[in-house]
């Protein structure tokens, strides 16, 4: 499998229930994203926020709804096009 796929699909796991999520912008992200659906869809519950109209069009299409940033206090978890992950 390829790195880019793994790492995308791992990232999800780090993601909980009631988090604010920031989602970033790239490749390996739009892949994170059709896992994040399949998540939401089977009852996550996550306030998204994103860093891009792509990644804000890619998102709505898959059912993740997007928030503005200045609607959230802070961002709980953030996975951008590098794989990193940040926690508050």
């Known amino acids: 499998m390829d790195e880019k796929k793994i790492a995308a699909e791992y990232s999800v796991n780090y993601i909980e229930d009631g988090m604010v999520v920031g989602l970033g912008t790239g ?3 739009s892949i994170m ?3 994040l659906s399949e998540r939401i869809k089977s009852g996550l519950k996550i ?3 994103s860093t891009s ?4 069009k890619l998102a709505v299409s ?3 709804r997007i928030t503005k940033l200045n609607e959230v206090e802070e ?3 953030t996975i951008d096009a590098l794989m990193r992950w940040t926690r508050s």
């Open 27 to 29: 490749s390996t992200v």
């Open 33 to 35: 994203l059709g896992k």
């Open 47 to 49: 306030t998204a926020v």
């Open 53 to 56: 109209q792509a990644t804000t």
């Open 62 to 64: 898959l059912g993740i």
């Open 75 to 77: 961002i709980d978890l």
